[in-house]
């Protein structure tokens, strides 16, 4: 078990960027961690990884406690691979050598079976022999991808790792790495701006904001009820509206969180809005209007005129899951 206790941390700055950091990872457990650009994940995943030194708090795998760079000649423990923002590859060498480079020992004997596996797994075979110099910065994000997963760590720490790869790939590489990661029993935790990152391969999700971790729970639990928009934000376009203008038979005062998705348009009645704007989407118009002074933004099949009224409903189902929310 990988556990974080009471870690708090502070910069040269005197600055504090994390405050009472508690987690038990499991063996074998994907954990997400989102929050928004300053957050502090990059820092926290230093900190597990042992390059930065903590003055108050620890951090373990099992028995043996994760220490940072004053007490480690080479920061860093060994059976622990963490994949940074920047990648630390090997320009002037091929693809096939930069990974074999990253090769345990044990591997080196078929080492030629071993790289011909990860770079199918990173859909770069074709690749193989190419100087990591002239490959765009999302292959080489592929291929930093396949080192990591070269020494084969018993915990994985990836800093936002797929932010370079284009939409085209994106999905199929990560169902690819998260799957093999899965079979391999390794333990993740992948720092992430990307929902598409987390809701489909995270078994919890750790929130961040404003140096505390303020939710951890499922991927499902957080969407279907998050407990603020700062939450519900991370997930994508949100609204926080009072729910007895939504229903006029609610008696309640209290506000719930609609996603822009939620929201049903009438001509007749709901949650009067004036159109501000449509915003074309793909599948959808994204439309950005008024309502009582406050922005709103909701997902409509074709744009709506500016100035137009429209009426927004939204699903008992959806108002009964938010209110069940603590
Ligand atoms: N070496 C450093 N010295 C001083 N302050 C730093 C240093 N590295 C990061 N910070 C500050 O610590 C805070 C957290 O940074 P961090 O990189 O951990 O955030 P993050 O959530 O990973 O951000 P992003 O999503 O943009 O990568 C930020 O305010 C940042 O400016």
């Not at 020992?105 to 790289?115: L, Q, T």
């Not at 790792?161 to 029993?185: A, C, T, V, W």
Request: net charge negative.
């Amino acid at each position: 078990m990988l556990q974080v206790d009471h870690v708090s941390f502070s910069y040269e700055d005197g600055v504090t960027v994390l405050e009472n950091i508690n987690l038990r990872i499991a063996k074998g457990e994907h954990i997400s961690i989102i929050g928004e650009s300053g957050c502090g994940k990059s820092t926290l995943l230093k900190i597990i990884y042992g390059l930065l030194d903590i003055e108050v708090g620890e951090v373990y795998w099992d028995d043996t406690q994760v220490l940072g760079p004053l007490y480690n000649l080479v920061p860093g423990e060994s059976y622990m691979k963490y994949l940074a923002q920047d990648l630390d590859l090997m320009p002037y060498t091929t693809v096939r050598e930069n990974i074999s480079e990253f090769l345990s020992v044990f591997e080196r004997e078929r080492s030629e079976e071993r790289i011909d596996e990860l770079l199918e797994l990173i859909e770069m075979t074709d690749q193989a022999d190419t100087k990591v110099r002239y490959l765009s910065g999302g292959q080489q994000q592929r291929v930093a991808l396949a080192r990591a997963l070269a020494q084969e760590p018993k915990v994985l720490l990836l800093d936002e790792p797929f932010s370079h790869i284009d939409n085209f790939r994106k999905n199929n590489l990560r169902r690819n790495i998260f799957g093999y990661l899965r079979r391999q029993k390794v333990t993740v935790i992948t720092a992430t701006h990307d929902p598409m990152d987390m809701l489909p391969f995270a078994d919890r999700v750790v929130v961040l904001k404003d140096k505390f971790i303020i939710a951890k729970d499922t991927p499902k639990n957080l969407y279907e009820r998050p407990q603020d928009l700062y939450i519900a934000s991370l997930f994508g376009e949100a609204n926080r509206i009072p729910i007895n203008i939504l229903k006029s038979y609610a008696d309640t005062k209290r506000r719930i969180i609609v996603y822009a998705h939620e929201f049903k348009v009438s001509q007749k009645s709901g949650l009067e809005v004036v159109v501000k704007g449509s915003y074309y989407m793909g599948g959808y118009f994204m439309i950005g209007g008024i309502y009582e002074g406050h922005d709103i933004y909701f997902h409509h099949h074709q744009p709506l005129e500016v100035g137009k009224v429209v009426f927004l409903n939204i699903s008992i189902d959806t108002i009964n899951q938010r209110l069940a929310t603590p």
